[in-house]
């Protein structure tokens, strides 16, 4: 079959005529006569080289379709999770095997090429054989990467899907989103039963990992059961000490989630690990989802900080208030000044050796002296924090605990200074601010008061914050070691403006507060200043849960450390064997990131080593569970409801597993329609110019021998 589009079509008819009349005008009358044999050959010579020319010129184009039918193609999709197993084998995936029976295939095939796929975490295509022989152990449900893994092999989507699936997606992107751009139709065999199984289900357990030494911690857990009537379970909670929890709860039977509220002791500092049982029911096939575990980090618990000032001040104010809004620090006062002198305030005790276990001091202003000054001394060099706030008149605090050199002030008054991050400042964990503060500057600050003692930062301080002045510059914020201990210092005084003058601009910066909280945080928090941290999302991943793995490099400084090698391995707890081993992908900012999938039950153990060159920089491990209950426990009876809906957004039809033949039988996809085109097209080229050459060449050799040239 020829195509000519009708502009191609008025090229050719304006070539073919324009080519006739040139001939014919030509050799209609010769002079001198010539016969009319010779005369038509000439005409045709010059009406071919004509048209050659003149088709060049017009450039029209003329498509030979060649048009072939075959069959169309539908790829079957066949779930092969474990929720397919559920209660029992036979229930489900059995009777898929049943469904897709050789007169099933001889039906589709006379009608259709059919391809088979696998299922579950990850699309696999497989032979008819290997589809009889599947068995239900996948451990999530993405229908959505199956169906884009069928979409990757075809150059033109295939005529249709058929899945064959209980509809348990748990995993990967939103399908039914998916589906509406889908071009072929999903014809559904839904294998979910008749009827609900029995089963109590342990659905979710919620519960903060991370929990405070010897304090309470509330754990929800969500329980559901699906039988007829309702029933009373007892529901457990155990640690390595025996039930730490128990409670009789009655369940409706229809599905519906139950919430049970508990509270448990979290112990002593370290990881401890609980398990969660639902009684089963005497006939319940399955009862793998009836217990779950969960870990408790338990640190530390409230920080422990001390407020030291020689009198009230509205620094003193503000600070107090700051640290009295964090819940997880506990506030002590102390003043410093003459007894008389002391207001009473709550949480004020009459000195530093009234507390015991302290995890950090403030110094506002004048220091302790004498022998309270000695044991702050000995206190931060074995590794309490110290945070120095300048007053007016710092002449009282310990010389050896300040990152700040005094000079004699020689009659000179206090100067105000702007300040500025400097270079290690702006990435330092001290000074950054919340979210909220997006838009903020250091240098928009109002000008602070320095005293006019200050004579620069020690050596061995790091400055994070300067400040300039009247033809000066001196360090407002910088930080030290000392001993075990961490000091913070700040040289002005008065940075409760700060905290105000943000505000007036519709900024909710609070930079004093942020300083002195993220001050207190970096001195205590000691996983913050290892030069590698790693952590993971949660400490116990269902089954089927892939693991994404965080890890940080940092200077000593806190400062993000690019270009680092970070590599690691995994190692099963119960055998000591290492299951695999990654590379983390670098994110920027000294952040990095692995994913590591597909674990089975059990513990593990990742180890993570940072790499600067040849060198090993630091080192880190951590442990993590993966529990028993999977992904595929949730929806076990499946989700009919799903199915349908993605069946009726590309046009497919929905059946029951049992109406498999008539699937079979009603599904007409049609013959597929395989064109081809070859274009024509005439190029100037070196036999298209031999050929009009040669047109022309004879023409005139003919000419010539009868003298008409």
């Known amino acids: 079959m020829i195509d000519i589009a009708p502009r191609d079509t008025l090229g050719f008819m304006i070539s073919i005529a324009a080519a006739t009349l040139l001939a014919v005008v030509l050799y209609r009358r010769t002079s001198p006569t010539v016969p009319l044999r010779l005369r038509i050959i000439l005409g045709v010579l010059r009406w071919f080289a004509a048209v050659i020319v003149l088709l060049l010129v017009t450039d029209p184009v003329a498509h030979v379709v060649r048009t072939r039918y075959r069959k169309p193609v539908l790829a079957v999709l066949v779930d092969y999770s474990r929720s397919m197993a559920y209660p029992q084998a036979e229930v489900k995936i059995d009777k898929v095997k049943q469904a897709l029976s050789s007169d099933f295939i001889d039906r589709l095939e006379s009608r259709a090429d059919l391809r088979f796929y696998a299922f579950s975490e990850r699309a696999t295509?497989?032979?008819?054989?290997?589809?009889?022989?599947?068995?239900?152990?996948?451990?999530?449900?993405?229908?959505?990467?199956?169906?884009?893994?069928?979409?990757?092999?075809?150059?033109a989507p295939p005529s249709g899907f058929i899945v064959v699936s209980d509809g348990s997606v748990n995993f990967g992107e939103?399908?039914?989103?998916?589906?509406?751009?889908?071009?072929?139709?999903?014809?559904?065999?839904?294998?979910?039963?008749?009827?609900?199984?029995?089963?109590?289900?342990?659905?979710?357990?919620?519960?903060?990992?991370?929990?405070?030494?010897?304090?309470?911690?509330?754990?929800?857990?969500?329980?559901?059961?699906?039988?007829?009537?309702?029933?009373?379970?007892?529901?457990?909670?155990?640690?390595?000490?025996?039930?730490?929890?128990?409670?009789?709860?009655?369940?409706?039977?229809?599905?519906a989630k139950t919430k049970v509220d508990a509270r448990i002791d979290a112990g002593e500092i370290g990881t401890h690990r609980f398990t969660v049982e639902v009684d089963s029911l005497p006939t319940e096939p399955v009862t793998s989802n009836n217990a779950?575990?969960?870990?408790?980090?338990?640190?530390?618990?409230?920080?422990?900080?001390?407020?030291?000032?020689?009198?009230?001040?509205?620094?003193?104010?503000?600070?107090?208030?700051?640290?009295?809004?964090?819940?997880?620090?506990?506030?002590?006062?102390?003043?410093?000044?003459?007894a008389g002198a002391r207001p009473k305030i709550e949480g004020m005790v009459p000195g530093l050796d009234a507390l015991s276990d302290l995890d950090a001091v403030v110094v506002l202003g004048g220091g302790p002296t004498g022998?309270?000054?000695?044991?702050?001394?000995?206190?931060?060099?074995?590794?309490?924090?110290?945070?120095?706030?300048?007053?007016?008149d710092p002449t009282g605090l310990d010389a050896e605990l300040s990152p700040f050199i005094r000079?004699?002030?020689?009659?000179?008054?206090?100067?105000?200074?702007?300040?500025?991050?400097?270079?290690?400042?702006?990435?330092?964990?001290?000074?950054?601010?919340?979210q909220a503060a997006s838009g903020f500057s250091w240098s928009e600050l109002p000008p602070v008061p320095v005293s006019a003692g200050m004579g620069g930062a020690k050596a061995e301080a790091t400055v994070l914050l300067s400040g300039t002045g009247d033809r000066m510059e001196v360090p407002v914020l910088a930080i030290m070691r000392y001993g075990e201990g961490r000091i913070?210092?700040?040289?002005?005084?008065?940075?409760?403006?700060?905290?105000?003058?943000?505000?007036?601009?519709?900024?909710?910066?609070?930079?004093?507060?942020?300083?002195l909280l993220n001050s207190i945080g970096w001195l205590t928090e000691r996983d913050e200043v290892r030069r590698l941290s790693v952590s993971t999302s949660k400490k116990t991943y269902l089954w089927g849960e892939p693991v994404d793995v965080f890890a940080r490099t940092v200077n000593e400084n806190l400062k993000p450390l690019d270009g680092a090698r970070l590599e690691g391995d995994v190692t099963d707890q119960a055998t000591g064997t290492?299951?695999?081993?990654?590379?983390?992908?670098?994110?920027?900012?000294?952040?990095?990131?692995?994913?590591?999938?597909?674990?089975?039950?059990?513990?593990?153990?990742?180890?993570?080593?940072?790499?600067?060159?040849?060198?090993?920089?630091?080192?880190?491990?951590?442990?993590?569970?993966?529990?028993?209950?999977?992904?595929?426990?949730?929806?076990?009876?499946?989700?009919?409801?799903?199915?349908?809906?993605?069946?009726?957004?590309?046009?497919?039809?929905?059946?029951?597993?049992?109406?498999?033949?008539?699937?079979?039988a009603e599904i007409k996809p049609g013959m597929v329609i395989v064109k081809n085109f070859r274009e024509l097209r005439l190029r100037l080229s070196l036999p298209v110019f031999l050929i009009l050459a040669g047109l022309l060449g004879l023409e005139w050799l003919l000419r010539k021998r009868r003298m008409l040239l």
Not at 137 to 148: K, N, P, V, W, Y
Not at 371 to 392: D, F, I, K, M, N
Not at 502 to 515: D, T, V, Y
Request: charged share 25%; hydrophobic share 40%.
């Open 578 to 664: 290492i299951l695999s081993r990654f590379s983390m992908a670098e994110k920027g900012g000294g952040s990095h990131l692995a994913k590591i999938d597909f674990l089975a039950p059990g513990r593990y153990r990742v180890r993570v080593s940072a790499h600067l060159g040849d060198e090993t920089y630091a080192r880190e491990t951590l442990d993590l569970t993966v529990d028993r209950r999977g992904l595929e426990h949730f929806e076990y009876d499946g989700d009919p409801a799903l199915l349908s809906r993605i069946s009726r957004l590309t046009g497919g039809s929905y059946y029951d597993i049992a109406e498999a033949g008539r699937l079979a």
């Open 407 to 434: 000079v004699s002030d020689g009659g000179r008054a206090d100067a105000s200074v702007s300040v500025a991050a400097t270079d290690v400042g702006a990435d330092h964990d001290i000074l950054r601010l919340s």
């Open 125 to 155: 295509e497989i032979t008819l054989e290997e589809m009889y022989s599947l068995e239900p152990t996948g451990s999530r449900t993405d229908l959505a990467q199956g169906i884009r893994t069928v979409l990757d092999e075809f150059t």
């Open 371 to 392: 022998a309270t000054a000695s044991r702050l001394r000995e206190s931060v060099r074995g590794g309490v924090g110290l945070v120095v706030l300048s007053g007016p």
């Open 174 to 255: 939103d399908v039914v989103n998916m589906a509406s751009t889908l071009r072929s139709p999903v014809h559904v065999l839904a294998a979910t039963p008749d009827t609900s199984t029995a089963d109590i289900s342990l659905d979710r357990i919620l519960v903060t990992e991370t929990a405070y030494a010897n304090t309470e911690v509330p754990v929800s857990v969500l329980v559901s059961a699906r039988r007829t009537g309702p029933v009373e379970v007892n529901l457990s909670i155990r640690d390595s000490t025996g039930t730490v929890f128990s409670r009789q709860i009655i369940l409706a039977g229809t599905g």
């Open 488 to 515: 913070v210092g700040l040289s002005a005084y008065d940075l409760w403006r700060w905290d105000l003058v943000p505000k007036g601009f519709g900024l909710e910066a609070s930079p004093f507060s942020q300083i």
């Open 292 to 338: 779950g575990v969960f870990a408790l980090d338990v640190v530390k618990g409230k920080i422990r900080a001390v407020l030291v000032a020689s009198r009230p001040s509205w620094d003193f104010a503000f600070a107090k208030r700051c640290l009295e809004a964090d819940p997880n620090i506990e506030v002590f006062s102390v003043f410093t000044g003459a």
